[in-house]
């Protein structure tokens, strides 16, 4: 399987990691020379390049996007309308034109589209997966994720105030994707409606509150950007409670924050005890050897790619759900500019088989 990496200071990352699953990383491209130049020192063997057009002559049988932010979609549909299967890093659209494009250029193809978003993979995440498909928690009523960063203002300004960098050009409500695909993955839901707020009205652009009805009735509560109390689980910290209990990942320091807190109240239980426990997510082993937490989604969201393309397994992310997080970002947008009035955010879900 020749893979293409595109972008080299997160796609690094994902090379490095590509290589150690099995996937055999060929080519890569950075417009920077001293990100090729650290490529070239860290991936033997790798053709390197500054345009990811010279990508499209390789005979790659998939590409990792890792690029801009905002600037995935059109390479996106440029390697899929190549038969080239796609994953796709961070937001998958910026518009609602640009949704549609990719999902056209998806469904079209003889390739397959992934997202690369390894949150919903994250061990917390996928063991209150197993705790809601058990029926423990019931109903899902209210759903909350964050995805903060307790960095200083100086290094806030430093990271999101240049307009030339990504960072500073992208709309605060715009990293969303981060906490809105574990919601979509945990309730099985979409998002129907968003109502965007600034969580501090004198630094407006440092993080964002995102309120989101969503298809099955349910209300997801989302916080992302830089504010103080950042979770030890790479940044995360997911809550989901239902009509029968609350699972919710550990706010706590170092390895705990990987766990999740199952609490039921007396009257849902059988025996008609309280009961509230810690449990442990199982250690995820690569080669014989222990995947460390913060890797166990990158290294599973590989892993589930090389299925795609070599076995044909269905995406683990697909192009739907991509744009539809991504989405919300985009309305959440609208809301701010609004004065956080309520946005409907675009309906990508599959029609029903027959239309």
Known sequence: MRVGVIGLRMGLHLATWSRRVGLDVVAACDRDPEQRAEARRRLPGVELTDR?????????????????????????????????????????????????????????????????????????????????????????????????????????????????????????????THTLSPVLALTGEWPVEVTAFAADEGDPRAAVVLVVRLSGGALAVTRHGFLQGEPDSHWSWISVRGTRALAESVRGP??????????????????????????VPPALSLDGATVERAAEGTVLLLQGFRATVEQGAPPLIPVRPAVAASLVGVAGAQSLRTGSQPVPVPNFAAPPSGH
Do not use: K
Request: contains cysteine; negative net charge; proline residues 5%.
């Open 52 to 176: 990811w057009q010279d990508l499209l002559d390789r005979r790659l049988d998939a590409v990792i996007l890792a690029n801009d932010f905002d600037a995935h979609a059109p390479l996106a549909v440029a390697f899929l309308d190549q038969g080239v299967h796609v994953l796709s890093e961070s937001a998958a659209c910026v518009n609602e034109e640009e949704g549609h494009r990719l999902v056209d250029a998806a469904e079209r193809s003889t390739a397959t589209y992934s997202f690369a978003e390894n949150y919903v993979l994250h061990p917390h995440v996928r063991l209150l997966h197993r705790v809601v498909e058990a029926g423990e928690v019931g109903r899902i009523s209210l759903i909350e994720a964050d995805y903060l960063h307790g960095m200083s203002p100086t290094a806030v300004a430093e990271l999101i105030g240049d307009p030339g960098h990504w960072r500073g050009r992208i709309a605060p409500t715009a990293y969303c």
């Open 254 to 279: 170092g390895p705990r924050a990987w766990s999740v807190r199952v609490r039921t109240e007396g009257w849902a239980a059988p025996d008609g005890r309280l009961r509230d426990e810690e449990r």
